[in-house]
């Protein structure tokens, strides 16, 4: 009942734009707010951004505001995240979970401990 499966990774140039995509479950998306989450090699693995079950609630950690847009598609059971304006500092691997990261609240339940294989986004010139 529990599944994710991200995608959308790839190698960009600084500036670029990618856009990440995390099909859930339709158990998970009745249920679970959903975060992003990601970890670059040598890292712990750090929050990125959540949204509510509804979608009425977003939030970002600071390095990531007003660059990334977390959204939701009830049609497809997906969240997205568009990624603009990259940087280096982007690269990592990226995952989805039905978790909000520390300190961000968006509304409906969680799960510790549950990802997928993770998409990787390579940021560089």
């Known amino acids: 009942q529990v599944q994710l499966e991200e995608s959308g990774g790839g190698v960009v140039q600084p500036g670029g734009s990618l856009r990440l995509s995390c099909v859930v479950s339709r158990f998970v998306w009745d249920h679970y707010a959903i975060g992003w989450f990601r970890q670059a090699p040598g890292k712990e693995r750090e929050g990125v951004s959540c949204?509510?079950?509804?979608?009425?609630?977003?939030e970002y950690v600071d390095s990531v505001k007003d660059r990334f847009i977390i959204s939701r598609d009830g049609a497809a059971s997906t969240i997205f995240l568009q990624m603009n304006s990259l940087k280096s500092e982007d690269t990592a691997t990226y995952y989805c979970?039905?978790?909000?990261?520390?300190?961000?609240?968006?509304?409906?339940?969680?799960?510790?401990?549950?990802w997928g294989r993770g998409t990787q986004v390579t940021v560089s010139s």
């Open positions: 979970a039905p978790d909000r990261p520390p300190g961000m609240s968006c509304e409906g339940h969680v799960l510790n401990d549950y």
């Open positions: 949204i509510s079950r509804a979608g009425e609630t977003t």
